[in-house]
């Protein structure tokens, strides 16, 4: 692909185009949505589409320091029902008051990241390696655990989080999952930490070199990510009035493809929390639209599949059209100051 002089002097636009390219495409789908179905637009579908998504979303936002630091959690597909199974027991076979055995989730969920940055850091091995096996480090433990056995009975208080309605139409689950987003992007754009993650994934060796403690930082980043997975387990937890062995099972991959597809490249390096949000909606869109014109519940996973690998493959391409646009650009001002 070539580029004359006039993309090198419209590239601010599609900087900026690139730069909100899910939150482009989210309007985009949702305008081909509501024009192939009626139901799409109605009150009750999108506060639904909203509800489908925060477990998602809350989950994806952890995950984006991960990523922005230039590593990777496998591990999450076995905290997630670890911690739904005893915080399940707590309430259920010891009358743990629901708001403690929330508490010692959390906590649990920061103690499994801690574990995993613990192993990156002393023993200085690849966090793909470590996250995979404690994966299954904390699957075995689940097993063991609940011998099993999904746990139910659960103290009506702790179902109401995800039955509760807002205003009578509005699921709590939404309203719980704005101050988290909020916070978040805080995090992520308006704090030294967030900074410091972020320099972690694009520059290692400068990081090093600034004397930052890079250790605790990856011990916060993970125990943080890991208490997003832990109120994860919660909602989920809740909304199933059980806690399930399989819970979370197909997340992994939903939430990596959600950050990446939202602007956080797969190397680090960046944090984009509102890319984030949007990443999840699409998914979120993608997967009630195929409800909504009756595709095939089988057929669904691969129309899911397929639509995935093309979002990751746009951002890729993107992300190679920006640095082009930006070498292009770099030539004309040199070609410019040497005249």
């Known amino acids: 692909?070539?580029?004359?002089?006039s993309t090198a002097d419209a590239s601010p636009v599609r900087r900026l185009?690139?730069?909100?390219?899910?939150v482009i495409f989210a309007i985009l789908l949702a305008a081909a949505l509501s024009a192939t179905s009626p139901y799409f637009l109605l009150q009750a579908n999108l506060l639904a589409l909203l509800d489908q998504i925060v477990v998602m979303t809350v989950v994806a936002l952890g995950y984006t320091l991960i990523l922005a630091m230039g590593e990777i959690d496998l591990s999450l597909g076995g905290v997630i029902p670890l911690i739904g199974i005893v915080m399940a027991k707590l309430m259920a076979n010891y009358g743990v008051p629901?708001?403690?055995?929330?508490?010692?989730?959390?906590?649990?969920?920061a103690l499994c990241g801690a574990i995993n940055a613990t192993l990156i850091s002393r023993f200085d091995l690849p966090p793909f390696i470590v996250t995979l096996a404690t994966g299954a480090l904390f699957t075995g433990?689940?097993?063991?655990?609940?011998?099993?056995?999904?746990?139910?009975?659960?103290?009506?208080g702790f179902l109401a989080i995800a039955r509760t309605r807002v205003a009578t139409v509005i699921p709590l689950p939404v309203i719980l999952l704005f101050p988290v987003a909020i916070a978040f992007y805080l995090v992520a754009k308006r704090s030294v930490f967030g900074q410091h993650v972020i320099a972690l994934g694009g520059n290692p060796e400068a990081v090093r070199v600034a004397g930052i403690n890079i250790e605790m930082l990856r011990l916060k980043v993970y125990a943080l990510a890991g208490a997003c997975y832990a109120l994860a387990a919660v909602l989920l937890t809740a909304r199933s009035a059980s806690a399930q062995i399989a819970a979370g099972s197909n997340l992994m991959l939903l939430v990596i493809t959600a950050v990446v597809v939202g602007g956080t490249p797969l190397l680090g390096g960046k944090a984009d929390m509102i890319g984030t949000f949007f990443g999840c909606l699409i998914l979120g869109m993608i997967s009630n639209g195929l409800n909504l014109l009756g595709v095939n519940a089988n057929f669904q996973v691969i129309v899911q599949g397929l639509l995935i690998l093309l979002a990751l493959?746009?951002?890729?391409?993107?992300?190679?059209?920006?640095?082009?646009?930006d070498k292009r650009r770099?030539?004309?001002l040199?070609?410019?100051?040497?005249?």
């Open 1 to 5: 692909m070539s580029f004359n002089a």
């Open 17 to 22: 185009l690139l730069a909100n390219k899910a």
């Open 98 to 109: 629901f708001e403690f055995a929330i508490v010692i989730g959390i906590m649990l969920g």
């Open 141 to 156: 433990t689940l097993y063991i655990v609940s011998n099993l056995i999904p746990v139910s009975n659960l103290p009506e």
């Open 313 to 325: 493959v746009l951002d890729v391409e993107s992300a190679k059209l920006l640095l082009r646009l």
């Open 330 to 332: 770099m030539q004309r």
């Open 334 to 339: 040199r070609g410019e100051g040497g005249r």
